[in-house]
């Protein structure tokens, strides 16, 4: 009695290819999408409905209208949105805010409800990362099937 497997060279070779090219996409699906929630993030720091309290600053004199609780940081110097940035590597990335008070803009504190900014930023990324990782895994179920 025999069997054998015929097309195993076709397949090895079809991932090998498919692997390649997967990789590629996914690394762009990675940057993108890090730069698309960074985006977002300084975005809901600059623009936007705030309807905190409005009130006069000093040095330079200025009026400022601050956020409520929930709504992403009113911007007064700009160093929060300034502060903020993708860091990429390969299939890797990070976006953060190095400003010394983000954590407490984005969680609150004792005496401070949150004004999130990045988890509402990567939320909103989210379906769009979903879906462009399924449509490659779906390019990879045809290219290997056919």
């Known amino acids: 009695m025999k069997a054998s ?5 076709e397949l090895k070779k079809a991932l ?4 390649i090219e997967a990789d590629k996409r996914i690394k762009n699906i990675v ?5 698309n929630i960074r985006t977002n993030a300084i975005k809901s720091v600059q623009r936007g409905t705030k309807s905190g309290t409005t009130y006069e600053k000093t040095n330079p004199k200025r009026k400022h209208k601050s956020s ?3 709504e992403a940081p009113a911007t007064d110097t700009g160093r929060l949105a300034g502060s903020i940035r ?5 299939k890797k990335a ?3 805010a190095n400003a010394e008070y983000a954590a407490w803009l984005e969680f609150g504190t004792q005496n401070m409800q949150p004004r999130p900014f990045l988890i509402p ?3 909103a990324e989210r379906p769009k990362w979903e879906a462009r990782l399924n449509a490659v895994v779906e390019d990879a179920a045809k290219g290997i099937l056919k």
């Open 31 to 35: 940057q993108s999408t890090a730069q």
């Open 16 to 19: 090998a290819e498919f692997g």
């Open 68 to 70: 409520a609780p929930g």
């Open 94 to 96: 990070e976006v953060v």
């Open 121 to 123: 930023a990567l939320e």
């Open 5 to 9: 497997l015929t097309g195993s060279e």
């Open 86 to 90: 993708a860091d990429i590597e390969g």
